[in-house]
């Protein structure tokens, strides 16, 4: 692999890293800290029509979550490996996916200031999608 390559890709890769720990971490305080992010988010919701879904959307934004860390980071691995970034693209996907699902939340809990913190990382996977996605 040519160095022009990899600092033509390494918007990409950079983006995949943070990622890859962004969602790896927020995903693994989930599951070792199942009880307390429970309690957290029931009394979150607790005036929503969302209450009684707590658990449910708990253990779905924990896989997916946990799912869009380890595809960021399975995208790098095989950028190294076959010079291609569209794993890191479906990352992108993934990891919007997640956002838009945590901004939904926040907005539901009126959370504004919650749902505000989560735009940046929006837009890094708007950004990883310009950068890995396909030619066409």
Same mark, same amino acid.
């Given at each position: 692999?040519?160095l022009?390559?990899? &600092? $033509?890709?390494? =918007?990409?890769?950079?983006?995949?890293?943070? @990622?890859? $720990?962004?969602?790896?971490?927020?995903?693994?305080d989930?599951?070792f800290?199942?009880? *307390?992010?429970?309690?957290?988010?029931?009394g979150?919701?607790?005036? @929503?029509?969302? +209450?009684?879904?707590? =658990?449910?959307?708990l253990?779905k /934004?924990?896989?997916?979550?946990?799912?869009?860390?380890?595809?960021? %980071? +399975?995208?790098?691995?095989?950028?190294? &490996? +076959?010079?291609?970034?569209?794993v890191i693209?479906? +990352? *992108?996907i993934?990891? %919007?996916?997640?956002?838009?699902a945590?901004?939904?939340?926040?907005? /539901? %809990?009126?959370?504004?200031? *919650?749902?505000?913190?989560l735009? =940046?990382?929006?837009?890094?996977?708007?950004?990883?999608?310009?950068?890995?996605?396909p030619? &066409?």
């Open positions: 692999m040519h022009e390559y990899l &600092i $033509i890709h390494s =918007p990409a890769l950079f983006a995949a890293l943070f @990622t890859a $720990i962004l969602f790896l971490q927020s995903g693994l989930k599951v800290d199942w009880k *307390g992010n429970l309690e957290w988010l029931t979150h919701f607790s005036n @929503t029509f969302l +209450a009684g879904m707590v =658990p449910i959307m253990a /934004i924990t896989v997916l979550e946990l799912l869009t860390g380890l595809t960021a %980071a +399975a995208g790098v691995v095989y950028f190294f &490996i +076959a010079g291609s970034t569209v693209f479906f +990352a *992108g993934l990891g %919007a996916a997640s956002i838009t945590l901004f939904f939340g926040q907005r /539901i %809990a009126k959370d504004y200031a *919650g749902a505000a913190v735009v =940046p990382y929006f837009l890094l996977m708007l950004a990883m999608l310009y950068f890995a996605r030619a &066409i």
